[in-house]
């Protein structure tokens, strides 16, 4: 199993720009999570999806983040505008959801917006 | 809804010496119990587990953690430490909701 797959592994942009991060979960899972990863916050869950519909986007800061699973294979997390305060490490996680919350976490996405 | 502290930030440890890490958790019933650990640039890697059953569990990479609920606690352990294992640890709870919380993490250090 390849395990969870995550797009780019790193990006950097300028303030303003859109940024897309892309995930693809291990085959047969049906919960897929997006965290976000910084020195000062620690690991913040931002949005979790349940067979491809968002289940709880709390987490999500602001309007400027959104996301997306069109199907159970693939999903992104998009960020138009960013800006310098999105730097963080991006991370995708899958599971099965009758497995009892064990998650499967990809290699991330470093972000830099300078 | 369920939280995770971890007390330690920062612990240092030679190498070949023991390694325990700790971790207390607040939910109301029995919790799934995981730890977790994160090399330097890579994702988050499951470690062990606990779910129910036997309090003491097993683990990859020669880890293995004890649940207490008296004491709320879910203690990460190794006997013997070796280089590799210098990372950050995070112990996280889960409810019936298929959420995590995370604890702020530890990060161990090995000195030779």
């Known amino acids: 199993d390849a395990g969870v797959i995550q797009s780019p592994r790193h990006e950097v942009t300028e303030m303003g720009q859109e940024v897309t991060l892309r995930c693809k979960p291990i085959?047969?899972?049906?919960?897929l999570f997006w965290y976000r990863q910084t020195m000062m916050r620690g690991l913040e869950l931002l949005i979790y999806?349940?067979?491809?519909?968002?289940?709880?986007d709390s987490g999500m800061p602001e309007d400027r983040f959104s996301a997306k699973m069109p199907n159970a294979s693939f999903s992104t997390l998009k960020i138009q505008p960013s800006e310098p305060r999105d730097s963080a490490v991006y991370f995708c996680?899958?599971?099965?959801?009758?497995?009892?919350?064990?998650?499967?976490f990809g290699p991330g996405t470093r972000l830099t917006v300078t | 809804a369920q939280s995770v502290t971890q007390p330690d930030i920062h612990i240092t440890v030679s190498e070949g010496a023991s390694l325990e890490l700790r971790c207390n958790y607040s939910?109301?019933?029995?919790?799934?119990l995981f730890w977790y650990v994160q090399s330097p640039g890579q994702g988050l890697q499951l470690l062990l587990k606990y779910f129910s059953g036997d309090t003491l569990v097993q683990g990859i990479k020669g880890f293995e953690a004890e649940f207490k609920r008296s004491q709320s606690s879910f203690n990460l352990r190794k006997p013997s430490v070796h280089w590799s294992d210098a990372a950050e640890y995070f112990c996280?709870?889960?409810?019936?909701?298929?959420?995590?919380?995370f604890g702020a993490g530890t990060t161990v250090t090995v000195r030779a």
């Open positions: 939910y109301g019933a029995t919790p799934y």
């Open positions: 085959s047969g899972h049906n919960s």
């Open positions: 996280a709870v889960g409810a019936n909701d298929y959420k995590l919380s």
């Open positions: 996680a899958s599971s099965l959801a009758s497995s009892t919350n064990e998650q499967y």
């Open positions: 999806f349940n067979n491809n519909v968002p289940i709880d």
